[in-house]
């Protein structure tokens, strides 16, 4: 038995022997898709708070939101700053206060497409993700952000369309038969 699978099994169970199980990520399908990336619905991993080491131009960072955030800017002490932010919370706070680099608005769905690729090069991440299937993966939440997820059904979905991209990415280098 591989370790990602022994991990998995571990923190999961079965998941056909335990459909209560709340960490079942199967029980919480609304149709085609997953609605919102929280633990309390088993789909924690998909949120860019979910602790999972990102090396982004040689740094190390905690989380993907703490590299994003920091990606706002190029001024190496705010990065720094962020960076070692103690929580992602507190990382997107100060993401919030800085000046962002000129290049933003054209810049940011490639960098959230690096650093989503960069947190599920994680072996155990990665078959969380492709555990998915061909589930639709909505960014849905309660602070109204409609660029990276929905509210009430509605907005872009960025994050779960570059997660969904990633997965596919994944399925294909690692159950490629060539």
Known sequence: MNTTRLYWDMLVKDPQGLPDDP????????GDKIVGFSKKNGAGFLSNFHPSTITFEGSLYPTVEHAYQASK???VDCRRLIRSASSPNDAKRLGRSITLRHDWNEVKVQL???L???KFK????????VSTGDLRLINENRWNDKFWGMVDGAGENWLGKILEEVRSEAKAEDYDDS
């Open 112 to 114: 959230m497409r690096f």
């Open 122 to 129: 994680n072996p155990f991440l990665r078959h969380l993700l």
């Open 116 to 118: 989503v690729k960069e």
């Open 23 to 30: 960490r079942n990520i199967l029980q919480n399908v609304q």
């Open 73 to 75: 800017t190029l001024d």
